[in-house]
């Protein structure tokens, strides 16, 4: 059981807008430590899609976007592709565990 | 370019210490604000972070995994080790080093990863 309570799975259709949320508690995303974001393909290992809620490394395209509130977050894909189909996981770090810890991940799947 | 690449054995056996070392290009771990952390990824594809050190060598473990994890960098080969002690079945996964930016608390680059089998 993953300390961040994300949706085990979306779906869209192309060109149609998705959200992932990512749900904590008050030691981590309610205690205003930063969520990121990372998308994972078969047999690749995590890229960073998301940083400090709403930061976007150089090369993400605009079309990702996050925000959080309150203990929650979330992740929006405007005009979905086909090459979006991945799996998506939210991350932050939480006090009472003295640790970085990472949502159960989403896989996101293009219709 | 930022890389890192984790290289260690694939097959261990029970009881026995893991240690996986990861190589750094790039970038250098004695830079203000950087560490390198491991994440391991379950068969289950859950994300576990396992343990992180700093620029600084201040070094940090999941709470978890303690007492069997163990962190070392050498900056001038520009790797960071990991030792994990008494190997179990359920240890197997894909395991991951990644940069980390301290000002974000985020693993920015990650490695291709190394995946371990735990069995006799």
């Known amino acids: 059981q993953s300390v961040l309570t994300q949706p085990p799975s979306v779906s869209g259709a192309p060109g149609q807008r998705v959200t992932i949320s990512c749900t904590g508690s008050?030691?981590?995303?309610?205690?205003?430590?930063?969520v990121h974001w990372y998308q994972q393909f078969p047999g690749t290992a995590p890229k960073l899609l998301i940083y400090g809620n709403n930061n976007r490394p150089s090369g993400v395209p605009a079309r990702f976007s996050g925000s959080k509130s309150g203990t929650s977050a979330s992740l929006a894909i405007t005009g979905l592709q086909a090459e979006d189909e991945a799996d998506y996981y939210c991350q932050s770090y939480d006090s009472s565990l003295s640790g970085w810890v990472f949502g159960g991940g989403t896989k996101l799947t293009v219709l | 370019q930022i890389t890192l690449k984790e290289s260690g054995p694939t097959l261990v056996k029970p009881t026995q210490t893991l240690t996986v070392t990861c190589t750094l290009s790039g970038f250098s771990l004695s830079t203000s604000g950087v560490g390198v952390g491991w994440i391991r990824q379950t068969p289950g594809k859950a994300l576990e972070w396992l343990a992180l050190i700093y620029w600084s060598d201040e070094k940090r473990y999941s709470p978890s995994l303690k007492t069997r994890l163990t962190i070392t960098k050498d900056t001038s080969k520009n790797q960071v080790v990991l030792t994990m002690t008494n190997m179990d079945p359920a240890d197997r996964g894909t395991y991951y080093c990644?940069?980390?930016?301290?000002?974000?608390?985020?693993?920015?680059?990650w490695g291709q990863g190394t995946l371990v089998t735990v069995s006799s």
């Open positions: 990644a940069q980390f930016w301290g000002s974000y608390s985020v693993f920015a680059y």
């Open positions: 008050s030691s981590n995303i309610g205690a205003t430590y930063d």
